[in-house]
């Protein structure tokens, strides 16, 4: 069982701090922290829920110059996109603070003569969060600030590389004067987060991550009949058609694919081009990527930092190669630089087909992969040819016809003429492998809650 884990720089390879893993009588204190700051957080009316979130969304802003840099130095995300994350986080939190009477009110459905009834959305209990590193901040807001909202309790298994970023946190809900234990940090061995699920006073758990991590986790929730959401990443296709404005299709494709080093969910892993202007595009593609500024993520002017791990950027560059290997052409990057750090360069490969591992596997780095497609019927046959379901981006000057092939890619959200974003305002999830259950919205706001109906008779 593991003591302590070691946190290291991504963009230097040095060593930034060690933190202490929990046993399980520590695990206890903080679970039963939890469940008692959930017994009276419960109670709390939703008015004052929201003036809590109020003040976390001022503290957040107020410590913006602090989290950014930290975020930077445990991940390697560039200082400008750590400061637009804790912005991002900010929002996220005002937006339900501000909405939260409305998502919670009652619904009275009309039962005509046979009575009135109320539907109400109450609290569970306390919430597992098991969250990845590659947006330490928002990825566990984008999860714990609904599920509290709701009047519950969350407690957070963050990545072991981010775990400066875990506590940050924590004390900001501390700042802002929630319970104590509502949200507390469970940083302790696998074995030991996982059995939390057997424990009563827990009533689900909420999962990003991989495929495998999160089926056992929601295998392990199933045995104890608890609820689960999961977000398990995708390989999102970035459908550009024949007739769509090639300078902004090519814009956001690359920023689509290398935003955050590629570590994004939702990020364009498969670019699937019209064969009418499959030429001009990827000319275009590649002159855009090949400008991108790479480097030191504290400089002000670097758009794309390191990867988060040595490891992640050798499995990317194994799935690059074994591309090569199977027939793909490498027109940009493709090697590991000289040096120390995580860093890997834009990458574009072209003559990809299905069977090859950039398009087979998620590629969770910078590596664009470039498909053709015949047409828009072919490019929707290619865009489902996945395990994976979690968005989609098309590009066509056609809105009518966009809309009806949007219902037929078989994604969570499609988004037209835009790349793929996150919203409070709007849901994010997918199907098949990428998981299920909705973030976000009201929807996310109400995946842990307990339904209520009140049918009173006359």
Not at 327 to 349: D, M, Q, S
Not at 446 to 451: I, Q, W
Request: net charge negative; with cysteine; hydrophobic share 50%.
């Amino acid at each position: 069982m593991r003591t302590e884990v070691i946190s290291i720089n991504p963009a230097t390879g040095e060593e930034i701090a060690r933190y202490p893993a929990l046993d399980g009588p520590a695990l206890e204190k903080v679970v039963a922290a939890a469940y008692a700051a959930f017994a009276s957080w419960r109670t709390n009316g939703v008015d004052r829920r929201a003036q809590a979130f109020r003040r976390l969304a001022d503290i957040l802003e107020a410590r913006r110059d602090a989290l950014a840099p930290l975020i930077t130095l445990e991940m390697g995300k560039p200082i400008s996109a750590a400061g637009a994350e804790v912005d991002k986080c900010a929002r996220l939190v005002r937006w339900y603070a501000d909405n939260l009477a409305k998502l919670l009110a009652d619904e009275t459905p009309d039962i005509g003569g046979d009575g009135t009834a109320a539907i109400s959305y109450l609290p569970l209990g306390v919430v597992l969060g098991v969250m990845p590193w590659n947006f330490p901040l928002w990825q566990v807001l984008r999860a714990a600030v609904p599920i509290m909202c709701a009047g519950n309790g969350f407690l957070l298994k963050h990545a072991d590389n981010v775990q400066g970023s875990a506590w940050a946190l924590s004390e900001c809900f501390r700042a802002a004067a929630f319970p104590e234990g509502l949200f507390g940090i469970v940083h302790a061995d696998r074995a030991l987060v996982t059995g939390l699920l057997a424990d009563r006073r827990i009533v689900g758990v909420t999962v990003t991550a991989g495929v495998a991590a999160g089926a056992s986790l929601a295998a392990e929730a199933g045995r104890h009949i608890k609820k689960s959401l999961l977000e398990l990443g995708g390989s999102d296709p970035f459908i550009v058609l024949a007739d769509a404005d090639l300078d902004l299709a090519v814009a956001a494709a690359v920023e689509a694919r290398f935003q955050n080093c590629g570590q994004v969910c939702i990020a364009a892993k498969r670019i699937i081009v019209a064969a009418p202007i499959m030429e001009a595009f990827v000319a275009r593609f590649v002159e855009v990527a090949r400008g991108i500024r790479y480097g030191d993520p504290l400089d002000p002017d670097t758009w794309m930092g390191p990867m988060a791990r040595v490891r992640a950027r050798s499995d990317v560059h194994g799935q690059v190669c074994r591309s090569v290997a199977m027939g793909a052409r490498l027109l940009l990057g493709g090697e590991i630089p000289e040096g120390p750090g995580a860093y890997y360069p834009p990458t574009v490969l072209v003559d990809v087909t299905r069977d090859m591992p950039v398009c087979a596997e998620e590629t969770f780095g910078p590596v664009a992969a470039i498909m053709t497609a015949e047409d828009a019927e072919d490019a929707v046959r290619i865009a489902n040819d996945s395990d994976f379901g979690l968005s989609a981006s098309l590009w066509t000057a056609d809105i009518e016809a966009a809309d009806r092939l949007a219902r037929r890619i078989e994604t969570g959200a499609v988004f037209v003429n835009g790349m793929s974003a996150s919203d409070p305002r709007v849901p994010i999830g997918g199907v098949k492998h990428s998981g299920y259950g909705r973030e976000l919205s009201h929807f996310g706001l109400r995946e842990f809650c307990n339904v209520q109906l009140r049918w009173v008779r006359p």
